[in-house]
T-cell receptor, first 115, second 111 residues
Framework: NAGVTQTPKFRILKIGQSMTLQCTQD?????MYWYRQDPGMGLKLIYYSVGAGITDKGEVPNGYNVSRSTTEDFPLRLELAAPSQTSVYFC??????????????FGPGTRLLVL | DQQVKQNSPSLSVQEGRISILNCDYT??????FLWYKKYPAEGPTFLISISSIKDKNEDGRFTVFLNKSAKHLSLHIVPSQPGDSAVYFC??????????FGAGTRLTVKP
């Protein structure tokens, strides 16, 4: 049981380049999330999804796009990379809405450096 | 706005002693609080949680205390073990809302 997997583990991008961060979960969870963690800061929610075909913005969505075509996959797209997007990105999933009844399971993270 | 704050970036404790990690929040609407533990190069993992209707929750060596009037919660680890060395994140949420995380406290437990 792999849980939540993320690829790549590390990537260097040039300003203006695009890339997709992949996230897959094998726990049949309905909810999936993308967070970013900047140095010395807590995780901030970028986007989340409550099920296939449904996505919504979190606290810091600008510069990102997501899609959820299947229950398992929740890719995060950066269209025009900027240095401000240098961060560690975590994908997470939960069966129900995260909170009292449900905890989130996190992937190992993708470290992104934009130069 | 940082609604969840962990004011101590680091904490060092001797093995066998108590570790106390603190967290403050500003949003009185939060109704559920969680602690996550994170090792290097791994994602956070859930440790323990508490509902706003309680003031204490215990799970083995880990106890979380909630003081709603002070908008403060703390995580106690007794006894501390070297394997507890990690970064601990406090998080809070309103049911149906986003989860807000603190910046984390790096705990080092010395043998």
């Amino acid at each position: 049981n792999a849980g939540v997997t993320q690829t790549p583990k590390f990537r260097i991008l040039k300003i203006g380049q695009s890339m997709t961060l992949q996230c897959t979960q094998d726990m049949n969870h309905n909810y999936m999330y993308w967070y970013r963690q900047d140095p010395g800061m807590g995780l901030k929610l970028i986007y989340y999804s409550v099920g296939a075909g449904i996505t919504d913005k979190g606290e810091v969505p600008n510069g990102y796009n997501v899609s959820r075509s299947t229950t398992e996959d929740f890719p995060l797209r950066l269209e025009l990379a900027a240095p401000s997007q240098t961060s560690v990105y975590f994908c997470a999933s939960s069966y129900g809405i995260a909170g009292e009844q449900e905890t989130q399971y996190f992937g190992p993270g993708t470290r992104l450096l934009v130069l | 706005d940082q609604q969840v704050k962990q004011n101590s970036p680091s904490l060092s404790v001797q093995e066998g002693r108590i570790s106390i990690l603190n967290c403050d929040y500003t949003n009185s609407m939060f109704d559920y609080f969680l602690w996550y533990k994170k090792y290097p190069a791994e994602g956070p993992t859930f440790l323990i949680s508490i509902s706003s209707i309680k003031d204490k929750n215990e799970d083995g060596r880990f106890t979380v205390f909630l003081n709603k009037s002070a908008k403060h919660l703390s995580l106690h680890i007794v006894p501390s073990q070297p394997g507890d060395s990690a970064v601990y994140f406090c998080a809070a949420t309103v049911w149906g809302g986003d989860m807000r995380f603190g910046a984390g406290t790096r705990l080092t437990v010395k043998p």
